[in-house]
């Protein structure tokens, strides 16, 4: 049995509602559009379900533009992915052959302005949106899960759950600008970012402890940036140990935050980023 046979044996037990394989981004928003989640356990199952329901969904615009329309935006960096599922054509089989393992994708090069061109269609469209993760993931949650109760350090929440870590942050301080907040006691492991779930207030930073640092500013619901702490460039280690700097810490919550060009820089303009790091910025972010 390939791959596809496999596949389409299971395909009936995941299907919603409408019958469809929700999107990715829409079953894992708190994926990064190119986390290796994606090619590994439960995010390389998921790819290998919606290729094989492509497969069989009918080919016409219309078809698919509704498939699309059933389930929320994807983010704009998810563009060339919506772009293949409504012209299947220039793919062929979503991708891959036959005999190809569903995670080794046929990456085709497309020109950057045409490109951009698809990726202005689908936003005119409605079809992807800027910084619409958080808002899926968002919809998805009953009540709020604990950073705790699935990482036993900040440390370790910063490093390894970034940006689920970063949408839980929006989500509760949202909760504590309603009033009447009142977190729980948190483990003694977190007890260094206790005052900071508080009172949204992080408190000092200390630029040597990047990850703690990171933890406590998302568990005070806001990520300030390098500058505004007084570091520069030369701060940068480039390193992704977990005794990184916070300059390093901010690299890897900007790789998980950000899902494209637009929601970065309403980020950029709200810090007040100053000359020198625009080149910094575009080579470690990595958005469209």
Not at 215 to 234: I, N, S, T
Not at 246 to 254: H, K, P, T
């Amino acid at each position: 049995m390939d791959w596809k046979e496999s596949y389409r044996a299971r395909l009936r037990e995941h299907l919603d509602p409408h019958g469809d394989i929700v999107p990715p981004w829409e079953r894992f928003p708190d994926y990064e559009r190119h986390t290796l989640g994606w090619r590994m356990g439960a995010g390389e199952d998921w790819m290998g379900l919606w290729s094989v329901f492509l497969d069989q969904l009918s080919p016409d615009p219309e078809t698919r533009i509704a498939y699309l329309r059933r389930h929320p935006p994807a983010p704009i960096c998810w563009a060339d992915a919506v772009h293949d599922v409504l012209v299947p054509a220039e793919r062929g089989d979503g991708g891959r052959d036959e005999e190809d393992d569903p995670d080794e994708d046929d990456l085709v090069e497309v020109d950057p302005a045409v490109a951009a061109q698809r990726r202005a269609a689908l936003l005119e469209q409605g079809l992807i949106a800027s910084d619409v993760a958080f808002t899926t993931w968002l919809g998805q949650q009953n009540g709020v899960r604990w950073p705790w109760e699935d990482d036993p350090t900040p440390e370790d929440a910063a490093r390894y759950s970034t940006r689920a870590l970063w949408f839980w942050s929006r989500q509760v301080a949202e909760l504590r600008k309603g009033g009447g907040w009142t977190p729980p006691a948190v483990p003694d492991a977190w007890r260094a970012c206790a005052h900071a779930l508080e009172s949204g207030d992080a408190g000092p930073v200390d630029p040597r402890l990047g990850l703690l640092s990171l933890a406590r500013l998302l568990c005070a619901g806001h990520v300030k940036a390098p500058w505004q702490l007084g570091l520069d460039l030369a701060d940068f280690a480039d390193s992704f140990d977990n005794d990184m700097g916070y300059v390093d810490a901010f690299r890897l919550w900007g790789m998980a935050a950000f899902d494209d060009a637009q929601q970065l820089r309403r980020y950029l303009e709200a810090t007040r980023m100053p000359p020198g790091w625009e080149a910094w910025i575009a080579d470690q972010f990595l958005v469209d």
